[in-house]
T-cell receptor
C-alpha cells in the first residue's frame, strides 16, 4: 500500500511569489496534518483536519497561509506571498483517527530566495 | 498535553542495545507515550506506543515505569541505519495532534 505522498519534493521560489504543496494521505485515513520543520528543530503543527474540517489551525499564519482538504481526501497547503523565513520542510501526515499512529510523507523542502 | 524531556544526544556502538530515556513527570492517566524517529531527509516514522504496560514490536521495546513518569525506548541490536533523531511524545487519549520537541539524536557507529 502506498504511504503518504507529497509533491513536489523540492521547490525554489523567489520571495513574494505564491507556492502550493500537495498531499495525498493513506486511503481511509480520516485525520490529516500539515507540519513545518525548520533545520535542527522538531516538526511544528500548522493545521489538523478531521475529514474535510479543519479542527486545529491555531498555529497557521492565516495572513499568508491557507489550506484545504476537499472531499476529505487530498489536501493542499498554500503560501501567498512567500517570505524568506518560510524556507523549511513542509510535512504532511495522516492517521486513521487523531489518537492513532501517524504516517508521514517525505516532505517538501521549500527554499525562498 | 504533558511535556517530555530527552537528552539531546546519545552514542551507541553497532550491535549493542540503545536505551533512550524520556522523562514525562506530568503525564496524566489518559495520556499515551509515543515514540517516533526521523532519519535524515525523511519524514518521522512511528516506532511504538504504550499506556501502562511494557510493549514490544519488531522495531523496539518500550519500558514505562510503574508511576508512568518516565520511559525508555530500547533498540536491542542497534545498526548504522538506526542513526536518527528519536522523539518521545505524550498524546492525550481524547485526541490531539503530535507535539514534537527536539528529541534525542542517536548516533550509531561501527
Amino acid at each position: 500500500e502506498a504511504g503518504v505522498v507529497q509533491s513536489p519534493r523540492y521547490k525554489i521560489i523567489e520571495k513574494k511569489q505564491p507556492v502550493a504543496f500537495w498531499c495525498n494521505p493513506i486511503s481511509g485515513h480520516n485525520t490529516l496534518y500539515w507540519y513545518l520543520q525548520n533545520l535542527g528543530q522538531g516538526p511544528e503543527l500548522l493545521i489538523r483536519y478531521e475529514n474535510e474540517e479543519a479542527v486545529d489551525d491555531s498555529q497557521l499564519p492565516k495572513d499568508r497561509f491557507s489550506a484545504e482538504r476537499l472531499k476529505g481526501v487530498d489536501s493542499t497547503l498554500k503560501i501567498q506571498p512567500a517570505e524568506l523565513g518560510d524556507s523549511a520542510v513542509y510535512l504532511c501526515a495522516s492517521s486513521l483517527r487523531v489518537n492513532t499512529e501517524a504516517f508521514f510523507g517525505q516532505g517538501t523542502r521549500l527554499t525562498v530566495v | 498535553d504533558a511535556k517530555t524531556t530527552q537528552p539531546p544526544s546519545m552514542d551507541c556502538a553497532e550491535g549493542r542495545a540503545a536505551n533512550l530515556p524520556c522523562n514525562h513527570s506530568t503525564i496524566s492517566g489518559n495520556e499515551y507515550v509515543y515514540w517516533y524517529r526521523q532519519i535524515h531527509s525523511q519524514g518521522p516514522q512511528y516506532i511504538i506506543h504504550g499506556l501502562k504496560n511494557n510493549e514490544t514490536n519488531e522495531m523496539a521495546s518500550l519500558i514505562i515505569t510503574e508511576d508512568r513518569k518516565s520511559s525508555t525506548l530500547i533498540l536491542p541490536h542497534a545498526t548504522l541505519r538506526d542513526t536518527a533523531v528519536y522523539y518521545c511524545i505524550v498524546v492525550s487519549q481524547a485526541g490531539t495532534a503530535l507535539i514534537f520537541g527536539k528529541g534525542t539524536t542517536l548516533s550509531v557507529s561501527s
